[in-house]
């Protein structure tokens, strides 16, 4: 549900409400019926009150509908069975036209015509720019593919992102800037579910149970959500039959008479192909070429026959690959050196804490470096950074 104000200020726009809907009958009933007599007069005071309330009944059911996008169904139902005797007055309906426009000035309405949506492309755009350090090919797939998939009035599926490389090289972090762009309330926002493989589906022999909860949260989540979101950490963890049970939802959508799932988002996070990626990183290095100089279609194709061995992991097992249900593999980069610089810069900044160029290199030289002869890329990529700054606190 989007934003509503609070019940006190809701209060406050009833009486203003009200107000407009007392012009919608005059009070000289009143003084006749106070010059024939108290009881006449309490009558029509009360007839007034009655009429009053049932008139502010439908302007505020008529703001919430234009303003909040809900009650909207009940306005249709009265409008094709209006109540006998009275209507929502032309002039008072022009005043709630005026006053939901004042109050959409102030941004409380969206383009999307769901609050709880904002899709700040540009906003994230920059934010990874910013703040996502070394992965120059994660930044440009998730920004181009995320701006193609919002931007398109009928996308054919639902877009599937799958994240792959080692652990604390972005890939959460990313995760978390795409659900605080495109969600007014980020990861906390109704239309944003997030699985963890090993903390909701730990046993095996639950799985059938697993697969009904989770075809059933989905399909609870894209009916009351236009752009739902879905992330799946640790994918390589899920149970194959989990990955199969879902793919229905991120097939192409063809079922008219089916809840449309095409404009569902599905990310995962994998480490998968970590190594894959690493060893082109590293071939890059000893040929004496920059890491920015290699492509993405290189690392997709290098990822999706890693990928496709047979192993015991459902991810290689699931027909997502085999039947192009995933739209981009994203390769995330190992880390060097300088990257975990500007990880523990971003982390002293972010702390509010001043920091050095003798700070910063002494964190980088807390972290473990491989291969053991090059020590070039951080085991852990910029992980335990932010833990690291504790050594520093006065």
């Known amino acids: 549900m989007g934003w509503r104000p609070p019940a006190p200020r809701r209060a406050r726009c009833l009486l203003l409400l009200l107000l407009l809907a007392g012009g919608a009958a005059p009070w000289g009933a009143q003084r006749g019926a106070g010059e024939r007599g108290g009881t006449a007069r309490y009558e029509a005071v009360k007839k007034q009150l009655g009429a009053v309330g049932a008139v502010s009944k439908q302007y505020w059911q008529y703001l919430a509908c234009k303003v909040w996008q809900e009650g909207c169904e009940q306005e249709k139902e009265e ?35 769901d609050c709880r949506i904002v899709n700040n492309i540009t906003g994230l755009e920059a934010e990874l720019s910013g ?43 990313v995760a978390r800037l795409v659900t605080r762009h495109l969600y007014r309330d980020g990861l906390k926002s109704e239309c944003v579910r997030v699985f963890i493989a090993l903390f909701h589906f730990p046993h095996h022999t639950y799985v059938d149970s697993y697969k009904a909860q989770l075809k059933k949260q989905i399909s609870e989540i894209v009916q009351h959500c236009k752009q739902p979101l879905f992330i799946f950490d640790e994918a390589e963890k899920l149970h194959f039959s989990l990955l199969d049970a879902i793919k229905p939802f991120m097939a192409h959508y063809n079922d008219k008479d089916q809840v449309d799932y ?118 852990q990529g910029c992980k335990s950074v932010s833990q690291r700054i504790n050594y520093f606190l006065p």
């Open 79 to 113: 409008e094709s069975s209006p109540s006998p005797g009275w209507g929502l007055p032309l002039v008072g309906q022009d005043y709630l036209e005026i006053l939901s426009g004042w109050y959409c000035s102030f941004g409380r309405c969206c383009e999307t015509g």
């Open 131 to 173: 703040q996502l350090h070394g992965q120059h090919l994660a930044k440009e797939a998730v920004v181009r593919a995320l701006r193609v998939f919002l931007q398109s009035p009928r996308p054919g599926k639902p877009l599937v992102l799958s994240f792959h490389g080692w652990s604390g090289t972005g890939k959460n972090f």
């Open 262 to 379: 095409s404009r569902s988002i599905f990310l995962f996070l994998s480490n998968l192909g970590g190594n894959t990626i690493n060893e082109v990183a590293l071939d890059f290095w000893r040929a004496g070429r920059a890491r920015e100089e290699i492509s993405r279609e290189l690392l997709e194709q290098r990822l999706r026959l890693e990928l496709q061995e047979p192993a015991e992991n459902g991810y290689a097992h699931s027909h997502l690959l085999q039947e192009n249900l995933i739209d981009v593999l994203v390769p995330f980069l190992p880390l060097e050196h300088r990257h975990v610089k500007l990880c523990a810069r971003d982390a002293f900044l972010a702390r509010g804490l001043p920091y050095s160029e003798a700070a910063l290199q002494e964190v980088a030289n807390m972290m473990v470096f491989v291969p053991k002869e090059e020590k070039l890329f951080s085991a």
